[in-house]
């Protein structure tokens, strides 16, 4: 353990837990709080300063290091969804033809001319050969999984419940003066600005 970490592992616990139980009723409460926050302040920042001694060239190494391998990555990454995409596509597609048969053959299935008792629709719709799940090469290999997606075609039409508000716009109205949307709630905070 370094001397630093030393000293901040004994000076961080005692002042979080004095700023935890610190009760403000009273301007000497408050002027105690403005000392306090400014000790946690400055102890943050001599942390941050610590940390970053050691993070800083690591950081610096690794921005150079990721520019050297973004234009393969970048290159590499368009064929890869591409790819993917259109196996998937494929997947899809023949899944979907097998299906159609095995519906085809259930259809069919009762009594009568034309017919097919339900033994012998069982049997052909076995034999329906639907895509490999799986495709291996000396390389690697391929399996599919079939996920549900959506997407939303019209918003108008989307029930309420499952609309988010944008907080993002409503701030930015906010500060252009735009204020009483119904539904919303405008009120203020007091932020305390430490200068230490």
Do not use: H
Not at 98 to 112: F, M, P, T, Y
Not at 122 to 148: C, H, L, M, W, Y
């Amino acid at each position: 353990m370094s001397k630093a970490v030393a000293i901040y592992e004994k000076k961080v616990s005692p002042l979080a837990q004095e700023a935890d139980a610190l009760v403000i009723k009273s301007p000497e409460d408050m002027t105690r709080a403005t000392e306090l926050l400014s000790k946690l302040n400055k102890t943050m920042d001599g942390v941050e300063e610590e940390e970053d001694k050691i993070v800083g060239p690591l950081k610096a190494t690794i921005k150079v290091e990721q520019g050297r391998w973004k234009p393969f990555k970048d290159a590499l990454k368009p064929a890869i969804d591409s790819l993917r995409k259109r196996m998937g596509a494929y997947q899809l597609a023949e899944d979907e033809k097998a299906a159609a048969k095995k519906a085809k053959i259930a259809e069919r299935v009762g009594s009568g001319k034309g017919k097919l008792k339900l033994e012998t629709a069982i049997e052909q719709a076995d034999a329906v050969e639907g895509p490999e799940s799986k495709i291996a090469t000396e390389n690697g290999s391929v399996g599919f999984r079939k996920d549900r997606k959506c997407e939303i075609i019209d918003a108008t039409l989307v029930p309420r419940e499952y609309c988010l508000p944008d907080l993002v716009s409503i701030r930015a109205a906010m500060k252009n003066g735009i204020e009483g949307l119904p539904g919303v709630r405008y009120f203020d905070e007091m932020v305390p600005i430490n200068k230490r």
